[in-house]
């Protein structure tokens, strides 16, 4: 064996090995929503109290799972999805996994292609990855949804290029086509084919695992590297902040987004959520963190809180600036207390222009 040899068998191994580690991961992980999906169901069907909770139930569910991540109420109802979209997965689950419960009251008509369906099923849960399982289930018309679950299995595409392929209607576009088999395949070349390291950074799976989303980002990312820096010139001015989490995923309609840094501020009592975009100040950077801020004041909010405040920082190599923003239902009261306890915009251009300058 030469040198160049042993390279490549570690590396090879150490790939292989890796994609199986996280396909395992990935299947325990599916099954868990499965289930959970499954339990809700057979609540909402059998439960003795249902009537107590009704339209609050996903919501009273989430505050009592707040231990868990990742199971906010919007994900408890992806799950439930994912279980009356895919039934067929008790099929092949396995008696030693599927909870008992539902084992003993859950029944499932088997379509008349039966062999074929449990086939497909068991690959789905072998070699798809929850990500994908979730894009999947948000279409409605099996057909076209066959379509894609085959689709994925034989290019197995990112959860981002799968998107695309939806998005860019590449059913329809087949559907179109005089020459089907020649566009399938033309279109499976085109397909990028998701790595090892894609499936590793599946925020499923980290929140699965309990680990922190910034794991995901690469230090070396100029972007990445400010938001460190700035999380902890942010701490180190002290005034009541408390951070919560960088690259927060919020889960709106189907689609996720991820807020730069978010903050509590024990003073103000109200959440921060922190933007920064290495760019010139655009429409959309305003619009998207109004959009994170609605969300918050809906989703997230208690009671006793305050609106949350939001700071946008845009920045390119020759100038910096800084927009603050709240939901319109604030009080002038509030909005002369914020403006003490937080870093004033000259504050926070030094900081960024000091940031750029090292680099």
Request: hydrophobic residues 40%.
């Amino acid at each position: 064996m030469k040198f160049e040899d042993l390279l490549k068998s570690i590396t090879t191994t150490h790939a292989t090995l890796q994609a199986k580690a996280t396909q395992s991961v990935n299947q325990f992980l599916t099954i868990r929503n499965w289930c959970i999906g499954a339990y809700i169901v057979e609540y909402e069907q059998n439960g003795n109290d249902r009537a107590k909770y009704g339209s609050k139930l996903f919501g009273n569910l989430a505050k009592q799972l707040k231990s868990i991540k990742g199971l906010r109420s919007t994900e408890l109802k992806r799950c439930r999805r994912f279980y009356l979209t895919y039934p067929l997965f008790s099929l092949v689950i396995g008696e030693n996994i599927l909870p008992a419960s539902i084992r003993q009251t859950l029944s499932v008509e088997l379509k008349t292609n039966e062999n074929e369906e449990i086939g497909l099923t068991r690959l789905l849960l072998k070699k798809m990855s929850y990500s994908h399982l979730s894009v999947l289930m948000t279409i409605e018309d099996a057909k076209k949804r066959r379509y894609y679950e085959i689709l994925t299995l034989k290019t197995t595409p990112s959860v981002r290029e799968l998107q695309r392929q939806i998005n860019t209607l590449s059913y329809e576009r087949l559907g179109l086509s005089t020459d089907k088999n020649l566009s399938f395949e033309k279109i499976k070349q085109a397909i990028a084919v998701q790595s090892p390291q894609d499936a590793v950074r599946d925020m499923y799976v980290f929140e699965f695992l309990g680990l922190s989303s910034q794991q995901i980002f690469d230090e070396n990312d100029l972007e990445s590297a400010l938001i460190a820096h700035l999380q902890e010139f942010i701490l180190e001015l002290g005034n009541g902040f408390c951070f919560e989490a960088r690259q927060k995923r919020i889960l709106i309609g189907d689609d996720y987004f991820f807020i730069d840094l978010v903050f509590y501020h024990r003073l103000l009592k109200c959440h921060i959520l922190i933007e920064l975009k290495v760019d010139k100040m655009q429409v959309g950077h305003i619009a998207q963190l109004q959009t994170y801020l609605n969300y918050y004041q809906e989703e997230i909010k208690e009671e006793n809180d305050n609106p949350p405040i939001g700071i946008l920082l845009v920045t390119d190599k020759n100038e910096a600036l800084v927009r603050y923003a709240m939901p319109t239902q604030n009080n002038d009261l509030f909005i002369s207390k914020y403006k003490v306890q937080l870093p004033t915009e000259e504050e926070l251009q030094n900081f960024i222009l000091k940031e750029l300058k090292k680099r």
